[in-house]
């Protein structure tokens, strides 16, 4: 059982280039989230899903896609890569909203 | 709009003493309070939690205190220790707007000092 995993753990992106942000559990969650987290800022919720087909926006939604074709797989898509979204971005899942399981985190450098 | 504050951006305490980690919250709706730990190169980890219909939750060494008059929480530790030395986030979540989000602090570091 591996809970989360992210995929790649750390990626350097040149501004206008786009990328996926891989994002499987294995614990048959329905619940799954992306967020990020800023240099000494909370995490901040950029979209999430209830269950497979379907995605919603969280509080930082702008110049990212999410797409969810299965209950283990939540991608995240960055389309044009701007500085500005340089983060660190952690995938979670629940079995219900409050307790979230997280993973490891993917940091990504936009330069 | 910051909903959920943690106004400590970081907290030392001596090995063995009570760490006290405080939140605060402006939205009414909230009902449901949870903490998470973070170290280095991790993920958060889900801590303790602990609903409106309570004002404490213990777990172990852990305790979790709720003021719905004051809007504020907070998180005990003792003894404290050195592997309790992370980043520590409060989050909220609401029923009435679906409970399906979880809404965090900006984090306290708390650094246990041996």
């Known amino acids: 059982n591996a809970g989360v995993t992210q995929t790649p753990k750390f990626r350097i992106l040149k501004i206008g280039q786009s990328m996926t942000l891989q994002c499987t559990q294995d614990?048959?969650?329905?619940?799954m989230y992306w967020y990020r987290q800023d240099p000494g800022m909370g995490l901040k919720l950029i979209y999430y899903s209830v269950g497979a087909g379907i995605t919603d926006k969280g509080e930082v939604p702008n110049g990212y896609n999410v797409s969810r074709s299965t209950t283990e797989d939540f991608p995240l898509r960055l389309e044009l890569a701007a500085p500005s979204q340089t983060s660190v971005y952690f995938c979670?899942?629940?079995?219900?909203?409050?307790?979230?399981?997280f993973g490891p985190g993917t940091r990504l450098l936009v330069l | 709009d910051q909903q959920v504050k943690q106004n400590s951006p970081s907290l030392s305490v001596q090995e063995g003493r009570i760490s006290i980690l405080n939140c605060d919250y402006t939205n009414s709706m909230f009902d449901y309070f949870l903490w998470y730990k973070k170290y280095p190169a991790e993920g958060p980890t889900f801590l303790i939690s602990i609903s409106s219909i309570k004002d404490k939750n213990e777990d172990g060494r852990f305790t979790v205190f709720l003021n719905k008059s004051a809007k504020h929480l907070s998180l005990h530790i003792v003894p404290s220790q050195p592997g309790d030395s992370a980043v520590y986030f409060c989050a909220a979540s609401g029923s009435n707007f679906g409970n399906e989000k979880l809404t965090f602090g900006t984090g306290t570091r708390l650094t246990i000092i041996p």
């Open positions: 614990m048959n969650h329905n619940y």
């Open positions: 979670a899942s629940s079995p219900r909203v409050e307790t979230q399981y």
